[in-house]
């Protein structure tokens, strides 16, 4: 296994269009985690899945954004109507939870998809 | 106010100088991340601490749950540990929620 991976890593798209990014987690970590950075700031917490339950959405997160991870593997996160404010970074991570708030284990981030909305 | 801040925002030294950067929380805690980003977006975890001090190689963490504070401690900088650092801190009220500093951007000049 080597680590995470996102795809793409880059989308150029026109305002008002779909967007879709597909995140393949470590194999055997439970919980995925999706986040958002804009330029010159620190990542923003979007949303994240233990197995294939969604357990917390940010308030960012419109109801244009949806995120799935149905069999607990791969997650996808759309972006529907895109407007020029996506434009950003978006970080997929996971890790292993093995139970109890201390015993998360280190995050293993994948290189992003950059969304540009034209 | 953020609940996460670093301190520096912008940092430049002389390879071979030894590197602090800072780290202050104001939210309750179950672990604390640092957390390395070069140019083009990759993050690497340096460390996760609950307590107390990791090094690894010439990386030192240390944190002190009382003050709220963390630092990170880079010595014989080297040009190759230019990157963005940023603290994240994961929460106790909500579940595994990580909070993002905005990062130190370093620059090692050779």
């Known amino acids: 296994d080597t680590g995470v991976s996102q795809d793409p890593r880059h989308k150029i798209t026109k305002r008002g269009q779909n967007v879709t990014f597909r995140c393949d987690p470590i194999?055997?970590?439970?919980?995925l985690y999706w986040y958002r950075q804009t330029l010159g700031q620190g990542p923003e917490f979007l949303t994240y899945f233990q197995n294939e339950a969604q357990l917390e959405k940010s308030r960012l997160l419109s109801d244009r954004f949806s995120a799935e991870r149905p069999k607990g593997s791969f997650s996808t996160l759309e972006i529907q109507r895109t407007e020029q404010g996506d434009s950003a970074m978006y970080l997929c991570?996971?890790?292993?939870?093995?139970?109890?708030?201390?015993?998360?284990?280190?995050?293993?981030f994948g290189e992003g998809s950059r969304l540009t909305v034209l | 106010k953020n609940e996460v801040e670093q301190s520096p925002q912008n940092l430049t030294a002389q390879e071979g100088e030894f590197i602090t950067i800072n780290c202050s929380y104001s939210v309750g805690i179950s672990a604390l991340h640092w957390l390395q980003q070069h140019p083009g977006g990759g993050i690497v975890s340096l460390f996760m601490l609950s307590s107390g001090k990791k090094k690894h190689g010439r990386l030192i963490a240390t944190i002190n749950i009382q003050e709220k504070h963390s630092s990170l401690h880079i010595t014989a900088s080297h040009p190759r540990d230019s990157a963005v650092y940023i603290c994240a801190v994961r929460l106790w009220e909500y579940g595994n929620k990580l909070v993002f500093g905005a990062g130190t951007i370093l620059r090692v000049k050779s």
């Open positions: 194999s055997e970590h439970n919980r």
């Open positions: 991570a996971s890790s292993l939870y093995s139970g109890g708030g201390s015993r998360t284990g280190e995050l293993f």
